[in-house]
């Protein structure tokens, strides 16, 4: 293995010499955190204090770094073969659809197509609805965030991800039905009636989807209220469009009561979006989406280089199984509950905290300067971040504002790290 040097100085000249810009501005903390090694739900710096990681390096350590079966699977099968490409029939991407399309609702034929990130696959299930319906006309959540790529930035209702370029057509950002902050106020109901308005203003009249994030990610842990998703898919679906669920954040079990967080909702999509926890780490995403729908792209060629990678998807077996065999699921909601009552304490003790959200292993906290105007925290709320570091936490800041923490851990988090984070969390508010 080719010479790797750790001192710290030489990282930061090495990166800021050699980055884009582009590469270089999405850095949280003040003093770079610089991770040396990880193990289950740990980080190591390169100074060797230990975290608790509480972001899953933004979702994407479902399993627990470094887990063993997944090393494993991963290994085996680059000692055989590191690459196929898709003109080529490779058993374990194979395998690995089968086993996604098993994950879905029954009722339906479901076929899978793997690319490398969550924006290529919201691309692609962007492509996918439009041939498909024949419509251009797609609808998103405001504060949604789907990804950086042309497609999926187009899709994204929040300006910190938007560049100063031109953008889709046809897309239109209808308001998030959001309990604590929507400008609706609370429920469901409002929110269907503006996609009517919106619809009914803004567009041809025909649509060729949705796109919805059960639980919006990086816009802040806003659970979808109850008959939302539903509602939506009963108007687009009017209008001839297809519902698409983005599960990219929210999917693999990571919300506890169900696999996909969809499944809460009573509704099935006709194309989903599933990425980060997938591969633990390692690059995959996949489209899953009806037969009929998928099929409307069988007439071009649609490839992605290392899409269905067999070391990737390897991976993706191995944490299909490692999720089944160790009751993860179970756990994000067992142990998801105990640290939201311990966010819920936090609440009561702070009024710098407006508000406490979230579902399994997907929750987050909102900072206000008042909870009776809910003004947003953002200065506050790095400060924050900043101390729960030196308590040994790794967070995310996220929301429109900047003012919300977000808290997506691995899967396999455990009593003694609710003690733990009980602690840390205390110290981190202590004065504020």
């Known amino acids: 293995m080719a010479n790797v040097d750790w001192n710290r100085d030489e990282i930061l000249r090495r990166r800021d010499t050699y980055y884009a810009a582009s590469q270089r501005a999405f850095v949280p903390y003040k003093k770079a955190l ?6 289950g739900q740990y980080l190591w710096d390169e100074e060797g204090k230990r975290y608790l990681d509480l972001l899953g390096m933004n979702v994407c350590i479902s399993v627990g770094h470094c ?13 055989q073969l590191q690459h196929c490409t898709t003109m080529f029939y490779h058993p374990v991407p194979a395998h690995l659809a089968e086993e996604l399309a098993a994950r879905m609702p029954a009722g339906e034929d479901w076929v899978v197509h793997f690319t490398n990130s969550g924006a290529e696959a919201v691309d692609l299930a962007l492509t996918m609805a439009r041939s ?20 999926a930035q187009s899709l994204t209702g929040i300006a910190g991800f938007r560049h100063n370029v031109p953008l889709l057509g046809g897309i239109h950002h209808v308001a998030t039905p959001d309990d604590y902050r929507g400008i609706f106020g609370p429920g469901a109901q409002p929110y269907l009636e503006e996609i009517d308005r919106v619809v009914d203003s803004a567009t041809s009249g025909h649509l060729a989807g949705m796109i ?3 639980v919006l990610g990086y816009g802040g842990i806003v659970t979808m209220p109850p008959g939302f998703i539903a509602g939506a898919a009963e108007r687009v679906r009017a209008r001839g469009g297809l519902l698409v669920i983005d599960e990219v954040q929210s999917g693999m079990a990571r919300t506890g009561e169900t696999f996909w967080a969809f499944e809460q909702h009573g509704v099935v999509p006709d194309i989903m979006v599933a990425a980060k926890g997938i591969g633990n780490g390692f690059p995959l995403a996949a489209v899953v989406a009806r037969k009929p729908v998928a099929d409307a792209l069988a007439d071009k060629f649609c490839f992605h280089t290392y899409g269905a990678n067999p070391v990737s998807c390897a991976a993706g077996r ?6 089944d065999e160790e009751g993860l699921q179970q756990n994000a909601k067992a142990v998801g509950a105990k640290m939201l009552a311990v966010l819920r304490d936090l609440h009561q003790k702070h009024d710098i905290i407006g508000d406490v959200r979230g579902r399994g292993l997907m929750m987050a906290i909102e900072l206000v300067k008042d909870r009776a105007s809910k003004a947003p925290a ?14 040994g ?14 808290m997506v851990p691995p899967l396999c988090l455990n ?18």
């Open 212 to 214: 919805i994030e059960p």
């Open 67 to 79: 887990h063993p079966k997944v090393l494993a699977a991963v290994t085996e099968q680059a000692q």
């Open 393 to 406: 936490l790794v967070l995310s800041k996220s929301g429109t504002h900047r003012n919300v923490l977000r």
């Open 378 to 391: 953002t200065e506050e709320t790095a400060e924050i971040f900043e101390r729960s570091r030196d308590a």
């Open 34 to 39: 610089i991770p040396q090694r990880g193990e």
């Open 318 to 323: 191995a944490v299909l199984q490692v999720i």
């Open 132 to 151: 498909h319906s024949g419509n251009i006309d797609f609808l998103a959540l405001r504060n949604g965030y789907h990804g950086p790529t042309i497609g």
């Open 415 to 432: 009593d003694d790290d609710v003690e733990f984070f009980a602690d840390a969390m205390g110290r981190t508010f202590q004065g504020a």
